[in-house]
């Protein structure tokens, strides 16, 4: 339809006339509309958005608004479908399964760029792709985000939610705003859960084979670092040996679990529940053994897993930060200073365990996670309710026993094993410098 083309053609154009844009679209027909496909349909309401921001004739624009609406409440909601057609969404699809098929980490769609991977940590252009248009993303926006997720996407300008293809793979859906456009990250869920200590993770050491009464324990880590692998692991492990109850308050839903020695129940972020803390505050007579909250980010839900933990309920969670120290300074901080020294006593008497990872490129090509562990003791304890967090990192790199590592006795404990290469892993190394200090003498060094 040419129309459609003369609306695209005007809408790339550096110096737009949102007022040409208008008189192209009040001229059409009802049936017009009507006759063209879901993602050309998607791209006009997007253009409509856009001109709302503009000096048009807001009688016209409303006029267009109401005959894409009527069409809508006639007919439902626009949206795409895969189809055995060569279109945008079957290429789309193609990718998803080479992503699957390839193992790639994640893959990054950017309205007018090519599509971008990650494996085995390197980022790089996806080869034999073309660059998708913002009608596209949208379109496809509008296939893998449920109705109130893309409204919320529209609202926000920013969505979470997940995906599953049987038979490929399935992926954790990152939707943003880049610029006023659209883009997409796919971040890949492994369909098996691996043991802890596939993933050198042993529980034994850490002390939580069994899952303690109550308390809570800490996931750390920066951004795509494996902390939801982890916890996953973990509460697979739970899952096969041990006869409780674990629910699991997710945003989005990513690893799957089926029941074993456990029951478990998984609940999403904005399809089962409105808000983490409302999902926390549920959990206090749900009867849980255990209960996992994806992110710990906020005040309000800090409240809630202290609550749950002192009443008896085991809360596991993460927190995006570098190290296990990072991770208490940036609890504390979502408390004002001058009530930071109760919470301070709450979290020492809570807390159980905080572990920190990072993944690091091996020699042999691909990553392993190296992690950092503070087993919450009497000194630990002391360190957290005195507000003096800045004293846990010595503190760690002076406890041997009980569980507790820094992450500089762990990568020192790798670069002996010759599993990684000093000059690759420098920079992830935190406070590298004193690392260096540290271990000059010795011979990896």
């Given at each position: 339809m040419s129309w459609i083309e003369d609306i695209k053609n005007e809408m790339k154009k550096k110096v737009r006339n949102p007022k040409e844009v208008l008189n192209l679209l009040i001229d059409l027909e009802e049936s017009d509309l009507q006759a063209i496909d879901n993602v050309e349909f998607i791209y006009l309401?997007?253009?409509?958005?856009?001109?709302?921001?503009?000096?048009?004739?807001?009688?016209?624009?409303?006029?267009?608004?109401?005959?894409?609406?009527?069409?809508?409440?006639?007919?439902?909601?626009?949206?795409?479908?895969?189809?055995?057609?060569?279109?945008?969404?079957?290429?789309?699809?193609?990718?998803?399964?080479?992503?699957?098929?390839?193992?790639?980490?994640?893959?990054?769609?950017?309205?007018?760029?090519?599509?971008?991977?990650?494996?085995?940590?390197?980022?790089?252009v996806l080869s034999g792709e073309s660059s998708y248009d913002e009608s596209d993303i949208l379109g496809l926006l509008a296939e893998v985000l449920n109705p109130e997720e893309f409204a919320r996407f529209q609202k926000e300008k920013q969505a979470n939610s997940s995906l599953s293809l049987p038979g490929i793979s399935r992926f954790k859906i990152s939707a943003y705003y880049e610029g006023r456009k659209p883009g997409i990250c796919f971040r890949q869920v492994p369909q098996t859960i691996p043991e802890p200590q596939e993933i050198d993770l042993y529980l034994g050491h850490l002390g939580i084979t069994v899952p303690p009464k109550g308390g809570l324990i800490l996931i750390c880590g920066p951004a795509l670092s494996g902390k939801s692998m982890a916890c996953a692991s973990i509460m697979e492990e739970w899952n096969r040996t041990r006869a409780c109850r674990i629910l699991s308050l997710e945003d989005p839903i990513e690893y799957l679990f089926s029941d074993k020695r456990a029951s478990i129940v998984q609940r999403e972020l904005g399809t089962d529940f409105t808000d983490k803390a409302t999902g926390l505050?549920?959990?206090?007579?749900?009867?849980?053994?255990?209960?996992?909250?994806?992110?710990?980010?906020?005040?309000?839900?800090?409240?809630?897993?202290?609550?749950?933990?002192?009443?008896?309920?085991?809360?596991?969670?993460?927190?995006?930060?570098?190290?296990?120290?990072?991770?208490?300074?940036?609890?504390?901080?979502?408390?004002?200073?001058?009530?930071?020294?109760?919470?301070?006593?709450?979290?020492?008497?809570?807390?159980?365990?905080?572990?920190?990872?990072?993944?690091?490129?091996?020699?042999?090509?691909?990553?392993?996670?190296?992690?950092?562990?503070?087993?919450?003791?009497?000194?630990?304890?002391?360190?957290?309710?005195?507000?003096?967090?800045?004293?846990?990192?010595?503190?760690?790199?002076?406890?041997?026993?009980?569980?507790?590592?820094?992450?500089?006795?762990?990568?020192?404990?790798?670069?002996?094993?010759g599993v990684i290469e000093l000059q690759e892993v420098i920079d992830l190394i935190p406070d590298h410098q004193t690392f260096l200090a540290r271990y000059q003498g010795q011979s990896t060094i």
């Open positions: 309401k997007k253009v409509l958005e856009k001109l709302s921001r503009t000096s048009v004739d807001q009688k016209k624009l409303e006029k267009v608004n109401a005959r894409m609406n009527k069409i809508e409440t006639r007919f439902g909601k626009r949206k795409v479908r895969f189809s055995s057609k060569r279109g945008p969404e079957m290429l789309f699809f193609s990718m998803l399964r080479k992503a699957g098929e390839e193992n790639y980490e994640t893959l990054h769609v950017k309205s007018d760029s090519k599509p971008l991977v990650r494996q085995a940590g390197e980022l790089r505050s549920h959990a206090m007579g749900d009867g849980a053994d255990v209960v996992f909250l994806s992110s710990l980010d906020k005040r309000e839900d800090l409240d809630w897993a202290l609550n749950l933990s002192e009443s008896g309920v085991l809360v596991l969670s993460t927190v995006q930060s570098e190290t296990c120290q990072g991770a208490l300074e940036f609890l504390a901080g979502l408390v004002p200073q001058s009530s930071r020294l109760p919470y301070l006593e709450r979290i020492s008497r809570s807390l159980t365990l905080s572990t920190c990872q990072v993944l690091v490129p091996t020699k042999t090509g691909g990553r392993i996670a190296v992690r950092e562990s503070l087993k919450v003791d009497p000194g630990a304890r002391n360190l957290i309710r005195e507000n003096n967090l800045l004293s846990l990192l010595p503190y760690m790199h002076q406890t041997i026993e009980g569980g507790t590592v820094s992450f500089h006795r762990q990568f020192q404990r790798f670069l002996n094993e």
